[in-house]
């Protein structure tokens, strides 16, 4: 048997299986910088010798673009041979998938090099460094992310446009923000939806209807492991994505799909623990901020500009960036104010945290909570005062800090970040910002249907 780097251990899987004779197959995933899941499906009888010995995977799956394709700027192609690594399972994510058939189950890796090394453009291993970071400071984060989406007509024939009620078939082009009726409609499916959660340890909790047609929002529990946090999150997204086509509706986690309306978002909540477990972000009295949290938000302030592309990384993330539209175009922090970018959410005070709001629902969640935890060290070692909170309208008026102003600013500036290298690894940084820029080119190269409704019979 060959030490699993991860810490897995075969008992796990033997557990499992005897618990679960009905299962006959295994997802396993593994994350790329994008967030998107590569890996295999196994037969039931290979997943001991998967814990005993790891699974061989192409070095490449981790140079891959958004649909896929090999990126060779990153090196991790032909600069390498294209060899195998290995990727081995995670402590605690084997779990049932619910409503397969026949039964599987799914399971999540994380790839390292043949000596056991962490393969570090494994976007799990950047989150992971920053958290082992804050423990070696005596800080423990804890969080949340919020899931937002749409619910799609699958039929794009006449144009994009809201899926039709799962229960009846009603179709609404109302926005019909929090409406609870307006819920009903889908419930068949976000019974599903919260089933397959459960199967996997998943605690989903409120649903609302969002504030566009066909968007949705559901609240995830708080952990006290944020790499627990992120695995939820990218979990669920798959969970939703894989109920709606059974239910004939498509799960769209653009950021930005419908030009009219809001964006989805993907916001954080974190706190930090001391080693007491007392929450360092939380005041004696009511109001009067900590320095702890005050310098935290300092941080973000200070490293945002530098980190956009992580919080928005595809052409499409830039569309949700818009007056008046619940996405933040500034880094502006203030309390239970929803147009900043860094809120502090009103609540007990045991409860304080800061909501991270730039990200969108495409970004991956592993590189925002690396990036985001970073930016909360930044701001701590250099006792970073965050300035003057933003009250009342946060789109209103700018502010001092350099933010980019599209995504090819985004890029550059990544690029260039000495921070960023920091908080996402020398390796990871280069294998994303590749990625990036080699996305930016493919998109670039495009000639949309707005080229000719404008310029056709214009230019």
């Keep these: 048997m060959t030490q699993s780097p991860s810490g897995s251990d075969i008992a796990e899987a033997e557990d499992f299986l005897a618990a679960h004779p009905e299962i006959e197959a295994f997802d396993i995933v593994l994350h790329d910088a994008n967030g998107i899941g590569r890996g295999k499906i196994i037969r039931r009888h290979e997943l001991p010798g998967l814990y005993k010995g790891g699974r061989h995977l192409p070095i ?6 958004i649909v896929g394709e090999d990126v060779h700027e ?84 006449q144009g994009v446009r809201p899926a039709a009620a799962a229960l009846d078939g009603r179709r609404s082009d109302w926005t019909e923000v929090y409406s609870v009726d307006h819920l009903h409609g889908m419930e068949p499916l976000f019974t599903d939806i919260y089933r397959a959660a459960e199967a996997m340890g998943i605690n989903a909790e409120t649903v609302i209807s969002e504030y566009a047609p066909g968007q949705y929002e559901l ?22 994505r894989t109920q709606a086509r059974r239910h004939g509706v498509t799960a769209c986690f653009m950021a930005k799909p419908i030009e009219k309306y809001a964006g989805s978002g993907m916001h954080f909540h974190v706190s930090l623990c001391d080693d007491r477990g007392s929450n360092v972000f939380a005041e004696e009295v009511e109001g009067r901020w900590t320095d702890t949290i005050r310098h935290a938000i300092g941080g973000l302030r200070a490293t945002m500009g ?19 539209s619940y996405a933040p175009v500034s880094p502006s922090w ?30 991956n969640p592993y590189l925002v909570g690396a990036t985001i935890l970073a930016g909360i060290r930044h701001g701590l070692a250099h006792r970073i005062d965050p300035g003057p909170e ?30 960023l290298k920091e908080a996402l690894g020398p390796d990871m940084h280069r294998t994303f910002t590749a990625i990036k820029a080699a996305e930016y080119q493919r998109v670039a190269r495009w000639i949309a249907d707005v080229d000719y409704a404008l310029y056709l019979h214009n230019a």
């Design 74 to 157: 990153t090196g991790l192609i032909w600069d390498q041979g294209d060899g195998d690594l290995r990727a081995w399972p995670i402590p605690g994510t084997l779990k049932a998938l619910h409503g397969t058939n026949p039964p599987r189950g799914e399971l999540l890796m994380s790839m390292y090099h043949l000596d056991g090394a962490e393969m570090t453009s494994d976007p799990r291993h950047a989150l992971k460094r920053q958290v082992a970071a804050m423990a070696a400071e005596g800080l423990h984060p804890a969080g949340a992310f919020e899931l937002e989406f749409f619910l799609l007509d699958p039929d794009r024939s």
């Design 219 to 240: 609240t995830l529990h708080y952990r006290t492991d944020v790499m627990q946090a992120a695995d939820d999150l990218i979990r669920l997204k798959r969970i939703v």
């Design 306 to 324: 530098e980190s956009m592309l992580v919080f928005a990384p595809h052409a499409n993330s830039w569309r949700r960036f818009a007056n008046q």
């Design 60 to 65: 490449s799956i981790l140079g891959l673009d």
């Design 390 to 419: 933003t009250q009342g309208n946060g789109y209103e008026g700018g502010d001092d800090l350099p933010m980019p102003g599209d995504w090819r600013e985004a890029i550059r500036a990544a690029q260039g970040s000495a921070f």
């Design 334 to 363: 203030g309390v239970n104010n929803r147009s900043v970018a860094l809120r502090i959410p009103a609540g007990e005070v045991k409860a304080r945290r800061i909501e991270h709001r730039p990200a969108g629902v495409d970004a």
